[in-house]
């Protein structure tokens, strides 16, 4: 069955660094997802991609938030400058179209420290 | 923005037990989905369901879209059955919000 794969499982930075978390999600799917899940609390919907472009982003998603489909299959995530309060595990989904179910990825857990 | 619930918060099941988890939103959702959060905190989708009864081997779910709340059956519970189990909705395809989870504790 098709995955959405994410890079790295797990990835420690420091405070204050640049890190960028990837995805590639299904072939045929058109729109992309990333949301976040701070440990023990519920999954947060960070942004929304489809045709190259944002189409939705939370208040989470600020300035020190991107996201780019450089190659036409790997989506990313860049946090600029990251915080402590940025630890979190953080998700990758994607869909085939509007009406479907997402595939999420295995999530990549994100420890600032 | 469209607030969901989700009840109870905690279950405890012995094995072979059944059970029904309980989704309310606070508006209208055309995109409805159900996911399990596994104990190595993978989230697999288990239904879109906007509306009607799917079913799908032990799990069946039944959204009530004009009453604005979705129902999960587990039945015959096994022990990996274990896990968080979450509710999500919208409006369509840019995002869903997720519900506080069911945490499901089935023992032998």
């Known amino acids: 069955e098709p995955e959405v794969t994410q890079t790295p499982s797990h990835q420690v930075t420091q405070m204050g660094q640049e890190v960028i978390l990837r995805c590639v999600p299904i072939s045929n799917h058109l729109y992309f997802y990333w949301y976040r899940q701070i440990l023990g609390q519920k999954v947060e919907f960070l942004v929304s991609f489809y045709n190259n472009e944002i189409s939705e982003k939370s208040e989470i998603f600020d300035d020190q938030f991107s996201v780019e489909r450089p190659d036409g299959s790997n989506f990313t995530l860049k946090i600029r400058s990251t915080k402590l309060e940025d630890s979190a595990m953080y998700f990758c989904?994607?869909?085939?179209?509007?009406?479907?179910?997402?595939?999420f990825g295995s999530g990549t857990r994100l420890t600032v420290v | 923005g469209i607030q969901v619930e989700q009840s109870p918060p905690d279950l405890i099941l012995q094995e072979g037990a059944n059970s029904t988890l309980r989704c309310n939103f606070s508006d209208s959702v055309n995109n409805l989905q159900w996911f399990h959060q596994n104990p190595w905190g993978q989230l697999i989708n288990l239904f879109y369901i906007p509306s009607g009864t799917k079913q799908n081997g032990r799990l069946s779910a039944t959204t009530v879209a004009t009453e604005r709340y979705s129902l999960l059956y587990i039945s015959s519970s096994q022990t990996t059955d274990s896990g968080v189990y979450f509710c999500a909705g919208g409006g369509g395809y840019q995002k869903v919000t997720f519900g506080t989870g069911t945490k499901l504790q089935v023992i032998p």
């Open positions: 989904a994607s869909n085939p179209r509007g009406d479907y179910g997402y595939t």
